[in-house]
């Protein structure tokens, strides 16, 4: 589906419309519509925010379309984003059982010494420092099958 935004003295205004509502209103696309790309939002890493979380209108090589503005943290801002990470880690009321997890700065996040399997169940077992296997209960709902 086509999208076209209306342009005034080189501004758009308002949002832009569908392609076949302007012809069912209009008869035609006016001239002073442009055509508009619409760019879905980008998805922010872990160390990056966004000014503003609505796009603005802009013309990107003859064409309009949506500008996202993402940046990169300040330093200070990260280190307040991973303080705040490790200061929830250490509230955690069974953080004992993760001692030997360590803080990887790239994710911010805590990470195991060693990777979980990537089959089967499990759980971190501090006293082990190693992931121990759990097995689930069967469920018994009563029904009989026929």
């Known amino acids: 589906m086509n999208l076209f935004i209306q342009v005034e003295n080189g501004q758009t205004v308002n949002h832009p419309a569908f392609e076949t509502n302007l ?4 008869g035609k696309i006016p001239t002073n519509w442009e055509s508009f790309v619409r760019v879905d939002c980008p998805a922010a890493t872990i160390y990056q925010v966004f000014d503003s979380f609505d796009p603005v209108y802009e013309k990107v ?3 309009w379309t949506d500008v996202w503005s993402l940046r990169d943290m300040t330093a200070e ?5 991973q303080q705040k990470v490790k200061d929830d880690w250490a509230s955690l009321p069974n953080r004992d059982n993760f001692t030997a997890w360590q803080f990887n700065e790239a994710t911010c996040s805590f990470e195991p010494p060693v990777p979980r399997p990537d089959s089967g169940n499990y759980k971190w077992s501090g006293a082990d420092n190693a992931w121990v296997e759990v097995t689930l209960p069967e469920i018994d709902f009563g029904m009989t099958r026929v």
């Open 77 to 81: 801002e990260i280190a307040a984003k």
């Open 23 to 26: 012809i069912q209103a209009f």
């Open 61 to 63: 090589d003859g064409v």
